[in-house]
């Protein structure tokens, strides 16, 4: 593998809900992840995130078992009804004191914080409003936004306004697989539209306070791939493409929903305002993204994308492993919408683990991290700038609608009895950042 250089950032990520569990603590109001999750066959076995990986009494723990890996970077994200748990009006002094002892704790082990400000716990009274498809949520985000901007405005290296708006809006509002659960496909479109103007108005709430750490946004991006070279299979790669990718990527990047995506354009402008593509286009410092698989299209009979299966092997949430789709990714990207630094902001795979006699042998996941990372240094040495790499994740979690049923950490829970055990790959990590920093 080629050598990284000394300055690439090393990191390991999680968020706010799959971990920290003390979900009634200290003020802390119900998000819609509480809602969805105790909603009857909603979340695979029931499994809700009241105590997940009781991150919120451990963190100190978790933090030592940063330290110990030696990675430059911790990317976690604040739970917004812990800090605003009416969504909008009075701060919980106890949320911000929550974050600001996790924040303390990192820079004392020299581990610089990278917050996502959005990851997916809305307030259930904004939802109860209409969430995203209320246009008001995008102001309440920017008030949240500003709140954390003030309050830990010391130490935080990098801001990430919102996680995967893709994945809010899609799987929250048109497929219904995720919280809240509504399944309209024109609503996600609404919903999309939401998001990213709510981004364009923290990150002016962020520039307006003239805080000068590097602040952008994290897609969920996905290379995508033809099966055949027919017009017809091309056509579908387009519009599979436009959905997941371009339809976030163009807005922020050129100041415009795509031109092709003409369906999709109908139904969102009724809700773009004047001045909405402006604020979402404004100039980010950094790109982050999120990459897991490719996709592989093929035209159904309407000439509509369909997914093709798997050619190589897949992980334990049956997505393909394929990691030059990495480096195909990064280049097309750095083509099409940069130059704009890039951070690799979540990259790992779930596994079914086994502990053996204190020990988890998950030679797939290193296997998947070390390709990963190797196609990382192919696109550094072809000249995109890449800036750094979050493994997903620190510590097995709650999965969403997987529950606890698929485990992406590096780091073993065991649920029952909050023990962490370092997973063959965490070892393997820590072995390849101390090879690098000699
Ligand atoms: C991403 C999410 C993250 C995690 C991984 C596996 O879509 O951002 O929270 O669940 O997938």
């Known amino acids: 593998m080629k050598k990284f250089s000394k300055d690439f950032i090393w990191g390991v990520a999680t968020a706010s809900y799959q971990i920290e569990g003390a979900f009634d603590k200290d003020g802390r109001g119900e998000s819609i992840w509480d809602r969805f999750s105790k909603t009857p066959g909603k979340v695979l076995k029931g499994h809700t995130g009241d105590v997940a990986?009781?991150?919120?009494?451990?963190?100190?723990?978790?933090?030592?078992?940063?330290?110990?890996?030696?990675?430059?970077?911790?990317?976690?994200?604040?739970?917004w009804p812990r800090i605003i748990p009416e969504g909008s009006g009075a701060v919980n002094q106890k949320g911000i004191d929550f974050y600001k002892r996790l924040i303390d704790e990192l820079l004392d082990q020299g581990i610089s914080p990278a917050v996502t400000v959005y990851h997916w716990d809305l307030p259930q009274v904004l939802e109860d409003k209409g969430g995203w498809l209320n246009r008001d949520t995008a102001k309440h985000l920017r008030d949240f936004a500003a709140v954390a901007f003030e309050e830990f405005n010391?130490?935080?290296?990098?801001?990430?306004?919102?996680?995967?708006?893709?994945?809010?809006a899609y799987l929250g509002y048109g497929s219904g697989e995720q919280a809240p659960g509504k399944k309209d496909f024109a609503a996600n479109?609404?919903?999309?539209?939401?998001?990213?103007?709510?981004?364009?108005?923290?990150?002016?709430?962020?520039?307006?306070?003239?805080?000068?750490?590097?602040?952008?946004?994290?897609?969920?991006?996905?290379?995508?791939?033809?099966?055949?070279?027919?017009?017809?299979?091309?056509?579908?790669?387009?519009?599979?493409?436009?959905?997941?990718?371009?339809?976030?990527?163009?807005?922020?990047?050129?100041?415009?929903?795509?031109?092709?995506?003409t369906e999709l354009i109908k139904l969102v402008e009724p809700f773009v305002k004047e001045g909405d593509l402006d604020l979402i286009s404004k100039p980010n410092d950094f790109l982050g993204i999120n990459m897991y698989s490719r996709n592989i299209v093929k035209a159904d009979e309407n000439g509509q994308p369909q997914s093709q299966p798997a050619v190589h092997p897949v992980t334990a949430m049956g997505w393909e492993i394929y990691?030059?789709?990495?480096?195909?990714?990064?280049?097309?990207?750095d083509k099409d919408y940069g130059p704009i630094p890039i951070y690799i902001t979540e990259n790992g795979a779930a596994f079914d683990d086994r502990v053996e006699n204190g020990k988890v042998?998950?030679?797939?996941?290193?296997?998947?991290?070390?390709?990963?990372?190797?196609?990382a240094a192919r696109a550094i040495e072809a000249g995109i700038p890449l800036k750094g790499y979050y493994v997903?994740?620190?510590?097995?979690?709650?999965?969403?609608?997987?529950?606890?049923?698929?485990?992406?950490?590096?780091?073993?829970?065991?649920?029952?009895?909050?023990?962490?055990?370092?997973?063959?790959?965490?070892?393997?990590?820590?072995?390849?950042?101390?090879?690098?920093k000699k």
């Open 53 to 79: 990986c009781d991150h919120y009494h451990r963190y100190k723990e978790d933090i030592a078992l940063i330290k110990d890996l030696g990675v430059d970077s911790y990317r976690f994200s604040l739970a």
């Open 154 to 168: 010391y130490g935080v290296d990098k801001w990430i306004t919102l996680n995967e708006p893709w994945c809010s």
């Open 189 to 261: 479109i609404n919903a999309s539209h939401h998001l990213l103007l709510a981004h364009g108005l923290a990150l002016e709430a962020y520039r307006e306070l003239n805080l000068t750490e590097d602040i952008g946004i994290t897609f969920n991006l996905s290379h995508h791939y033809p099966v055949s070279d027919k017009p017809e299979d091309l056509d579908a790669t387009r519009i599979a493409d436009g959905l997941l990718n371009r339809w976030y990527l163009d807005p922020v990047f050129k100041g415009a929903y795509p031109a092709d995506m």
């Open 323 to 333: 990691p030059e789709s990495l480096y195909d990714l990064l280049v097309r990207v």
């Open 361 to 375: 042998h998950d030679a797939k996941r290193t296997d998947y991290l070390e390709r990963h990372f190797a196609q």
């Open 392 to 436: 997903w994740s620190l510590l097995d979690n709650f999965e969403w609608a997987f529950g606890y049923e698929r485990r992406f950490g590096i780091i073993y829970v065991d649920f029952d009895t909050q023990e962490r055990i370092m997973k063959d790959s965490a070892i393997w990590y820590k072995q390849f950042l101390q090879e690098l």
